[in-house]
């Protein structure tokens, strides 16, 4: 018998969900900025996002039509294109309107620069300003008698297309929350509560444990509860990922955030607020999203060194050209191309974007992520151990035996007695055999002293009879034989019932292979992944699922402090080892395992232990979680590699190595670079969507 996990939790009086809470952190929806490099979430971030996309959008339109008459204006533009326009005060003309520009236009730069500099980490803000600042204030030096050519015109239009590339590439830093906003949206305003005869609409925040509320046909289900009256088809694709409504009837949890069928329900609300299905699988995203992971603390600490460097090579470039006896306008504007052309704007968005995006989309697809290195890492998984029921298996038991082993009590006997103990447990073969004394009819007795035994079964006293319902491993310990023909040769779970310390009997129940277990473990034996299974089960079902699914090996009649050393003797082979359990009693495997993956966990989204939890129990989504994370990381890789890789191509370029050769990059040339590198870093983490889809 695989762990009456849930007996445990019954004891004591906590669900998983209670248990992993002390594992969570409190929901933060701070507005974090996006010129730090971080993804704005939740509303006040996201609304805060919109704000910002908005400012640099007008900022750009105003200073782009200023641009215009610094361009066409500007002596250096009229020589090139040969032709002659100059007003009276021509150049204070331009010096008026380039005042502007700097300063309206420049001023997210120019305030992201006093942002660096409080915290004391020069970065992309700071080359930035480095480079308006120069252009302008040598350009304004020249209008008031400084010897030189003034370049306004490149001042206007560095600054209008650093702005359009901001614009465009905090567009798609939105769009990489749009997910999680589509979460924070799925909650309707109001609620229909039930009081007596009347129905009242309140608002959602008046909502409170123990309220009974009507979802009619077609509405978004308010809170979490239970049905106790009607029954419905249910969309929970937007929490799960699951694609088909589920059927729910009374008794059966629903989700608030879901969307309700073509029947109207009454609900007993279960969560409210904070507590919600929904709000922690928002908390958590956003904790990820967060979290940092070895890949982006290397993208973060690249980005730094890079504007160490570019300072560095800026201020030498200028030395340079100088000491070789070229002009100080033609050594400024190389010095200001260097500093804008290794802006780490790419490099600094590489990471989050990908983070973002991914954490979003994977909790849309039924994968939380809460490790993120984990998830990373997810691409290194060699060996998968499984836990048998509910994951491989359907996880639906149905009693396809019953057999007495004594004259003393008979099969209607023994499944009521057994009854008694499971009535309240949620485990699957608890919930098979409660499933079978309902179609009989009988009524359950009620139980005393009941008491989980850890890995083995339960026990209590039903009828001033000691009761335990038992594993195989449980007889063994304590010398008592085990039947003969208490196992056949197909794929039975096979229980014992144990009465005053005397074998009474045995339960066989069926649970049948998940269709899409087969499809899975072809994907995983593909990618050169071996696959074993776990279980509390006898040999013989071990063997018999085992074969039937190809797997690498299994391991029988296994208890949960067994998981760890099957866990360390694949990482000792050198392998590098994904768990898949309940989150609870195999959270010493999960903990041990190099990525542990909660599975089952249904609305209990926080197993404590857990890297990752998997809303449901499809093995699909196992693989759909490592071919993710593979696809995740290559695209970290590729960011890396393309922000990288540019600058070290770019800033050569707008030093003027190749001056020699009658090639000069301009600060302007070096801006459109710098903004297009960062739209394809963009660009290609949005790509990432097409790498997993609804089930």
């Given at each position: 018998?695989?762990?009456?996990?849930?007996?445990?939790?019954?004891?004591?009086?906590?669900?998983?969900?209670?248990?992993?809470?002390?594992?969570?952190?409190?929901?933060?929806?701070?507005?974090?900025?996006?010129?730090?490099?971080?993804?704005?979430?939740?509303?006040?971030?996201?609304?805060?996002?919109?704000?910002?996309?908005?400012?640099?959008?007008?900022?750009?339109?105003?200073?782009?039509?200023?641009?215009?008459?610094?361009?066409?204006?500007?002596?250096?533009?009229?020589?090139?294109?040969?032709?002659?326009?100059?007003?009276?005060?021509?150049?204070?003309?331009?010096?008026?309107?380039?005042?502007?520009?700097?300063?309206?236009?420049?001023?997210p730069f120019i305030k992201g620069f006093i942002k660096e500099i409080k915290k004391r980490s020069p970065g992309m803000m700071t080359l930035i300003f480095m480079a308006i600042s120069v252009?302008?204030?040598?350009?304004?030096?020249?209008?008031?008698?400084?010897?030189?050519?003034?370049?306004?015109?490149?001042?206007?239009?560095?600054?209008?297309?650093?702005?359009?590339?901001?614009?465009?590439?905090?567009?798609?830093?939105?769009?990489?929350?749009?997910?999680?906003?589509?979460?924070?949206?799925?909650?309707?305003?109001?609620?229909?509560?039930?009081?007596?005869?009347?129905?009242?609409?309140?608002?959602?925040?008046?909502?409170?444990?123990?309220?009974?509320?009507?979802?009619?046909?077609?509405?978004?289900?308010?809170?979490?509860?239970?049905?106790?009256?009607?029954?419905?088809?249910?969309?929970?694709?937007?929490?799960?990922?699951?694609?088909?409504?589920?059927?729910?009837?009374?008794?059966?949890?629903?989700?608030?955030?879901?969307?309700?069928?073509?029947?109207?329900?009454?609900?007993?609300?279960?969560?409210?607020?904070?507590?919600?299905?929904?709000?922690?699988?928002?908390?958590?995203?956003?904790?990820?999203?967060?979290?940092?992971?070895?890949?982006?603390?290397?993208?973060?600490?690249?980005?730094?060194?890079?504007?160490?460097?570019?300072?560095?090579?800026?201020?030498?470039?200028?030395?340079?050209?100088?000491?070789?006896?070229?002009?100080?306008?033609?050594?400024?504007?190389?010095?200001?191309?260097?500093?804008?052309?290794?802006?780490?704007?790419?490099?600094?968005?590489?990471?989050?974007?990908v983070v973002a995006i991914s954490t979003a989309v994977s909790a849309q697809n039924g994968l939380l992520i809460r490790n993120r290195t984990a998830f990373e890492e997810s691409r290194k998984?060699?060996?998968?151990?499984?836990?048998?029921?509910?994951?491989?298996?359907?996880?639906?038991?149905?009693?396809?035996?019953?057999?007495?082993?004594?004259?003393?009590?008979?099969?209607?006997?023994?499944?009521?007695?057994?009854?008694?103990?499971?009535?309240?447990?949620?485990?699957?073969?608890?919930?098979?055999?409660?499933?079978?004394?309902?179609?009989?009819?009988?009524?359950?007795?009620?139980?005393?002293?009941?008491?989980?035994?850890?890995?083995?079964?339960?026990?209590?006293?039903?009828?001033?009879?000691?009761?335990?319902?038992?594993?195989?491993?449980?007889?063994?310990?304590?010398?008592?034989?085990?039947?003969?023909?208490?196992?056949?040769?197909?794929?039975?779970?096979?229980?014992?019932?144990?009465?005053?310390?005397?074998?009474?009997?045995?339960?066989?129940?069926?649970?049948?292979?998940?269709?899409?277990?087969?499809?899975?473990?072809?994907?995983?034996?593909?990618?050169?992944?071996?696959?074993?299974?776990?279980?509390?089960?006898?040999?013989?079902?071990?063997?018999?699922?085992?074969?039937?699914?190809?797997?690498?090996?299994?391991?029988?009649?296994?208890?949960?402090?067994?998981?760890?050393?099957?866990?360390?003797?694949?990482?000792?082979?050198?392998?590098?080892?994904?768990?898949?359990?309940?989150?609870?009693?195999?959270?010493?495997?999960?903990?041990?395992?190099?990525?542990?993956?909660?599975?089952?966990?249904?609305?209990?989204?926080?197993?404590?232990?857990?890297?990752?939890?998997?809303?449901?129990?499809?093995?699909?989504?196992?693989?759909?979680?490592?071919?993710?994370?593979?696809?995740?990381?290559?695209?970290?890789?590729?960011?890396?590699?393309?922000?990288?890789?540019?600058?070290?191509?770019?800033?050569?370029?707008?030093?003027?190595?190749?001056?020699?050769?009658?090639?000069?990059?301009?600060?302007?040339?070096?801006?459109?670079?710098?903004?297009?590198?960062?739209?394809?870093?963009?660009?290609?983490?949005?790509?990432?969507?097409?790498?997993?889809?609804?089930?």
């Amino acid at each position: 018998m695989e762990n009456h996990k849930k007996h445990q939790q019954e004891k004591t009086g906590h669900s998983k969900m209670d248990h992993a809470n002390m594992g969570m952190k409190k929901s933060r929806r701070s507005k974090m900025k996006h010129d730090n490099g971080n993804i704005p979430m939740g509303k006040a971030g996201h609304d805060h996002h919109k704000m910002m996309i908005a400012d640099f959008k007008k900022r750009f339109w105003v200073t782009l039509i200023l641009a215009i008459p610094i361009l066409f204006l500007s002596p250096m533009i009229q020589k090139f294109f040969g032709y002659e326009f100059l007003l009276p005060g021509n150049s204070y003309i331009l010096f008026v309107l380039s005042s502007v520009v700097y300063f309206y236009g420049g001023w997210p730069f120019i305030k992201g620069f006093i942002k660096e500099i409080k915290k004391r980490s020069p970065g992309m803000m700071t080359l930035i300003f480095m480079a308006i600042s120069v252009a302008y204030f040598y350009s304004s030096a020249t209008v008031f008698g400084l010897k030189g050519v003034d370049f306004f015109w490149e001042l206007a239009t560095l600054i209008a297309i650093m702005l359009l590339g901001h614009w465009i590439e905090m567009k798609s830093v939105l769009g990489a929350s749009k997910a999680l906003q589509l979460l924070v949206s799925m909650m309707p305003a109001e609620a229909h509560k039930v009081e007596g005869d009347k129905i009242v609409d309140i608002k959602l925040e008046a909502l409170q444990k123990g309220d009974t509320i009507l979802i009619k046909s077609g509405e978004k289900v308010p809170a979490d509860g239970v049905i106790i009256e009607g029954a419905s088809y249910i969309n929970e694709s937007m929490l799960t990922g699951e694609s088909k409504p589920v059927k729910k009837d009374i008794d059966d949890k629903v989700i608030g955030g879901s969307i309700n069928g073509n029947g109207s329900i009454k609900v007993t609300v279960v969560n409210t607020g904070k507590d919600s299905y929904l709000n922690k699988v928002i908390t958590m995203v956003e904790e990820a999203q967060k979290s940092k992971s070895k890949m982006q603390n290397l993208s973060d600490r690249a980005a730094k060194w890079l504007t160490y460097i570019a300072l560095a090579i800026g201020f030498g470039t200028l030395a340079v050209w100088l000491l070789l006896g070229y002009p100080f306008v033609f050594a400024l504007e190389r010095m200001v191309t260097v500093m804008v052309i290794a802006c780490p704007h790419a490099l600094g968005l590489a990471i989050p974007l990908v983070v973002a995006i991914s954490t979003a989309v994977s909790a849309q697809n039924g994968l939380l992520i809460r490790n993120r290195t984990a998830f990373e890492e997810s691409r290194k998984i060699s060996a998968l151990l499984f836990d048998k029921t509910g994951t491989l298996t359907e996880g639906d038991f149905g009693v396809t035996r019953v057999q007495s082993v004594n004259d003393k009590y008979n099969a209607k006997e023994l499944i009521r007695l057994s009854s008694a103990l499971e009535q309240s447990s949620e485990h699957p073969i608890a919930v098979g055999i409660i499933k079978k004394i309902k179609e009989d009819k009988t009524p359950v007795p009620t139980v005393k002293n009941f008491n989980a035994i850890t890995g083995k079964g339960v026990e209590g006293t039903v009828e001033g009879k000691k009761v335990k319902v038992v594993s195989p491993g449980y007889l063994k310990d304590a010398n008592i034989n085990i039947p003969e023909d208490a196992y056949s040769d197909a794929a039975e779970t096979v229980v014992f019932v144990v009465i005053d310390d005397e074998l009474a009997g045995y339960i066989a129940l069926a649970d049948e292979i998940r269709p899409e277990s087969a499809e899975a473990i072809n994907t995983f034996k593909k990618n050169n992944i071996k696959v074993f299974m776990a279980t509390g089960d006898n040999e013989k079902t071990a063997k018999a699922v085992s074969e039937k699914l190809g797997l690498d090996g299994y391991y029988a009649e296994v208890l949960p402090h067994q998981k760890v050393e099957i866990v360390e003797g694949l990482q000792t082979k050198g392998e590098f080892v994904a768990m898949t359990g309940d989150g609870v009693n195999d959270a010493p495997a999960l903990a041990k395992a190099n990525v542990g993956i909660a599975v089952g966990s249904g609305t209990d989204v926080a197993a404590e232990t857990a890297d990752i939890i998997l809303v449901n129990s499809n093995p699909k989504d196992i693989a759909n979680l490592i071919l993710f994370g593979k696809a995740t990381y290559n695209k970290m890789i590729q960011n890396l590699i393309w922000a990288t890789a540019y600058n070290v191509v770019a800033i050569p370029l707008a030093a003027g190595v190749l001056y020699s050769k009658g090639f000069v990059l301009g600060p302007a040339i070096g801006a459109v670079f710098m903004s297009l590198s960062t739209v394809i870093v963009a660009i290609n983490a949005q790509l990432l969507r097409r790498k997993i889809g609804k089930k």
